[in-house]
């Protein structure tokens, strides 16, 4: 299927399509006229991209991530080192949640303190 296919099939754009080839999660061949042609598998492969871009992971995390995903919402194989990585992005979401916490106390101290 041609790229504008994808997209329809997808709801991702033909920009976003290029993007994640030059990232090294879609893989495209060329026809002899020069457009990209994706197999049937891609739309799944898309799917599994924006789920996993949606979990927060990042495109460079995503490619180290997608040879272990099977299924639209991606059921992962989890070797140790792919166990390593999620474990350690969730450490990374907790900080980050704890770190809006004191952000959010430290506002409500400020607000507490305006008078409108």
Known sequence: ????????R???????????ESQGLLRVRRDTNGYRVYDEDAV??????????GAGLS???I????PC??????RLDLCPELRE???????AVDDRIEQ????????????GEVRV
């Open 10 to 20: 997808t709801g991702v754009s033909a920009r976003l399509l290029r993007y994640y």
């Open 59 to 61: 495109t460079e995390q």
């Open 100 to 111: 809006l916490r004191r952000n959010r106390l430290a506002l409500e101290g400020l607000a």
């Open 69 to 74: 995903a099977s299924g639209e919402n991606p």
């Open 44 to 53: 799944t492969r898309v799917r599994q991209i924006k789920a996993l871009l």
């Open 85 to 91: 990585l999620l474990e350690g992005q969730l450490r």
């Open 1 to 8: 299927m041609l790229i504008g296919e994808l997209a329809a």
């Open 63 to 66: 490619r180290v991530v997608l």
